[in-house]
């Protein structure tokens, strides 16, 4: 595949760009995976709460890809927190996949209130030792999460899957990860297609390299070090997603992109999701 791959902190790699499937509906779930498996996406990023764990593993089986040349990642929702429940929770998971290892099992929010992501994270190393997942992590954890997690488990999460655009760029939290090696994974990358995409300075930056606002979006999360997944139904669009690596932005194009950093999420605040 045309697409690299990164050296998590483990010693496994993943591909640096992949297929986000929330919100697409389980029966269209197989069509879309199949869609972007064709375009060369080899990573593709589900979890239990979506709902299509199964019709993105139909896609797998049926695209006849060597299981080692594919990169799964699930994540276990936050009603199923807790040791013993995390690791039914999982073999529900794997089960709905059709797989009998994941790649990358993330913890999906930390849910601070319950006081038991370190139970939890627990479950993830057994899981890990057992062979049943390639490497574990978490998602949208703050800092204070991933310090208290880093205190009192031994297993460095090999990612953070958070929020990351150009419009809340994370400085706090990519710094924290590249000190304890920790992958940064950005979800809604594209802003989830909505403002940023027509900002002008993106549509300047685009129009200057012959390229979309979505690919000149993407190239500045890889030029950045991010892991990407962005999500679409649109074979276009999914085509348009992965064609990001035969071009560059310069450093004015990374300047223009740095001062759009307003600090403002999309989605839910971390410490506020139960
Ligand atoms: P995204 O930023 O990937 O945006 C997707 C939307 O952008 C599409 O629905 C479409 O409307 C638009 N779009 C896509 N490609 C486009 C293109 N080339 N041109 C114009 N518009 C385009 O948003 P997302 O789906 O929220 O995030 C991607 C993935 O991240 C998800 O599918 C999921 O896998 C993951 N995610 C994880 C969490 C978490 O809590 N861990 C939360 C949200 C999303």
């Given at each position: 595949?045309?697409?690299?791959?990164?050296?998590?902190?483990?010693?496994?790699?993943?591909?640096?760009?992949?297929?986000?499937?929330?919100?697409?509906?389980?029966?269209?779930?197989?069509?879309?995976?199949?869609?972007a498996l064709e375009a060369g996406y080899r990573s593709v990023d589900t979890a239990a709460i979506y709902g299509n764990e199964e019709g993105t593993g139909k896609a797998l089986a049926q695209?006849?890809?060597?299981?080692?040349?594919?990169?799964?990642?699930?994540?276990?929702?936050?009603?199923?927190q807790g040791y013993d429940s995390t690791l039914r929770a999982f073999d529900v998971s794997l089960d709905k996949l059709g797989l009998d290892y994941v790649d990358l099992y993330l913890i999906?929010?930390?849910?601070?209130?319950?006081?038991?992501?370190?139970?939890?994270?627990?479950?993830?190393?057994?899981?890990?030792?057992?062979?049943?997942?390639?490497?574990?992590?978490?998602?949208?954890?703050?800092?204070?999460?991933?310090?208290?997690?880093?205190?009192?488990?031994?297993?460095?999460?090999?990612?953070?899957?958070?929020?990351?655009?150009?419009?809340?760029?994370?400085?706090?939290?990519?710094?924290?990860?590249?000190?304890?090696?920790?992958?940064?994974?950005?979800?809604?990358?594209?802003?989830?297609?909505?403002?940023?995409?027509?900002?002008?300075?993106?549509?300047?930056?685009?129009?200057?390299?012959?390229?979309?606002?979505?690919?000149?979006?993407?190239?500045?999360?890889?030029?950045?070090?991010?892991?990407?997944?962005?999500?679409?139904?649109?074979?276009?669009?999914?085509?348009?997603?992965?064609?990001?690596?035969?071009?560059?932005?310069?450093?004015?194009?990374?300047?223009?992109?740095?001062?759009?950093?307003?600090?403002?999420?999309?989605?839910?605040?971390?410490?506020?999701?139960?």
């Amino acid at each position: 595949s045309k697409v690299p791959t990164l050296t998590l902190n483990n010693g496994t790699t993943m591909p640096q760009l992949g297929f986000g499937v929330w919100q697409v509906p389980d029966a269209e779930a197989t069509k879309a995976v199949a869609t972007a498996l064709e375009a060369g996406y080899r990573s593709v990023d589900t979890a239990a709460i979506y709902g299509n764990e199964e019709g993105t593993g139909k896609a797998l089986a049926q695209s006849g890809i060597a299981r080692e040349d594919l990169f799964v990642t699930t994540k276990l929702w936050n009603g199923d927190q807790g040791y013993d429940s995390t690791l039914r929770a999982f073999d529900v998971s794997l089960d709905k996949l059709g797989l009998d290892y994941v790649d990358l099992y993330l913890i999906h929010w930390p849910k601070p209130a319950a006081d038991t992501y370190v139970d939890t994270y627990k479950a993830f190393e057994k899981i890990l030792a057992d062979g049943r997942a390639k490497a574990i992590g978490v998602s949208n954890f703050l800092p204070e999460h991933l310090e208290r997690l880093l205190g009192e488990t031994s297993v460095v999460p090999a990612v953070n899957q958070i929020e990351l655009h150009p419009q809340l760029q994370q400085a706090e939290s990519r710094a924290l990860h590249a000190e304890r090696s920790i992958l940064t994974e950005a979800w809604s990358p594209l802003g989830q297609g909505k403002g940023l995409l027509e900002v002008p300075t993106v549509v300047a930056i685009a129009r200057k390299h012959g390229r979309s606002p979505a690919q000149v979006v993407l190239r500045w999360h890889l030029q950045l070090g991010n892991v990407v997944i962005p999500k679409s139904v649109t074979p276009s669009r999914i085509q348009e997603n992965i064609d990001v690596f035969g071009f560059e932005l310069d450093a004015d194009d990374l300047a223009a992109f740095a001062a759009l950093d307003e600090g403002r999420r999309i989605g839910s605040h971390p410490a506020e999701v139960n």
